[in-house]
Nanobody, 116 residues
Framework: VQLQASGGGLVQAGGSLRLSCTAP????????MAWYRQAPGKEHELVAR???????NYADDVKGRFTISRDNLKNTVYLQMNSLKPEDTAVYYC???????????WGQGTLVTVSS
């Protein structure tokens, strides 16, 4: 299963980016959708997650700046990132978890670079 992630790029500190990630329409019912990131020299970490019911949770350092949302008709998850900081620089990955099977699928990653 191929998840198509896009929206990364180079932005100055204080700027904004919107990431999106789309799963194939035939994939079935999706439970949770999430964004993770991995910065150079750091571990993979959860950034934000949204359930099928719309409940969200965020990493502490992005609360108030990032917003995760999903469009169930389009099988797409978004991450609106505002007030970006250089420490947000990382490769961002989307992940979906399927209903019933709880199988997980990952996107290919999109690079976000925030300059100071």
């Amino acid at each position: 299963v191929q998840l198509q992630a896009s929206g990364g790029g180079l932005v100055q500190a204080g700027g904004s980016l919107r990431l999106s990630c789309t799963a194939p329409g035939s994939i079935g019912s999706i439970a949770a959708m999430a964004w993770y990131r991995q910065a150079p020299g750091k571990e993979h970490e959860l950034v934000a997650r949204i359930t099928s019911g719309g409940s969200t949770n965020y990493a502490d350092d992005v609360k108030g700046r990032f917003t995760i949302s999903r469009d169930n008709l389009k099988n797409t998850v978004y991450l609106q990132m505002n007030s970006l900081k250089p420490e947000d620089t990382a490769v961002y990955y989307c992940k979906i978890t399927m209903l019933v099977t709880w199988r997980e699928y990952w996107g290919q990653g999109t690079l976000v670079t925030v300059s100071s």
